[in-house]
């Protein structure tokens, strides 16, 4: 069987009206689905810096920074450890199992640095922010007692999202318009 690209081009072409509204049609089901369907999450960010004993002393070397590197890996574990997760429950007084906030909040050390970037998702802005900074304060106590820091200082507090950080309309969109578009050229 010979295939010509000309002519498969030529029949695509005549019926470009149909794959295009197609496109248009899972574009617009996407922006529905998106809007009716999905629940908007908002991300509050809070950021800490770690100053551990050895940096009081002038002299740091190339083992002292790489030994905070290390240590900045422990402090991101420290984050989502139950001690911490149940003192934040606690203290806000929520109505969920440690589980439950484990999975609203994400970690991350920044590259080369000791500063713990703590992102906390909420349906609530609000509920995010003050999470978020609960969070911060909970780690802040665990860090200097467990891991025996000097003092774990606020870079930012727990910001108020204005927007919603997911779900992303116009990404589901174009989404929807490309699935709508090669699904009929399938058919």
Do not use: C
Not at 81 to 87: G, N
Not at 107 to 133: C, F, G, M, S, Y
Not at 136 to 142: C, D, G, L, P
């Amino acid at each position: 069987i010979t295939i010509d690209l000309t002519e498969v081009i030529f029949e695509l072409w005549s019926k470009i009206h149909i794959i295009l509204l197609s496109g248009i049609l899972l574009a617009l089901l996407a922006f529905v689905g998106t809007k009716l369907l999905l629940v908007p999450m908002y991300t509050s960010v809070t950021k800490v810096y770690v100053l551990s004993k050895q940096d009081s002393n002038t002299n740091v070397t190339f083992n002292d920074l790489q030994a905070g590197n290390q240590l900045t890996k422990d402090y991101v574990e420290l984050v989502k450890s139950r001690p911490v997760l149940e003192q934040v429950i606690a203290v806000l007084n929520l109505d969920m199992d440690t589980e439950e906030l484990e999975n609203m909040i994400t970690v991350e050390a920044q590259t080369d640095t000791r500063i713990i970037v703590i992102n906390v998702e909420n349906e609530n802005p609000k509920t995010a922010k003050e999470i978020a900074d609960a969070v911060r304060e909970a780690i802040s106590i665990q860090i200097t007692e467990i891991m025996d820091a000097d003092s774990v200082n606020t870079v930012e507090d727990g910001s108020l999202p204005k927007e919603p950080s997911s779900p992303n309309t116009l990404k589901n969109m174009v989404f929807g318009a490309m699935l709508g578009t090669v699904s009929y050229t399938h058919l």
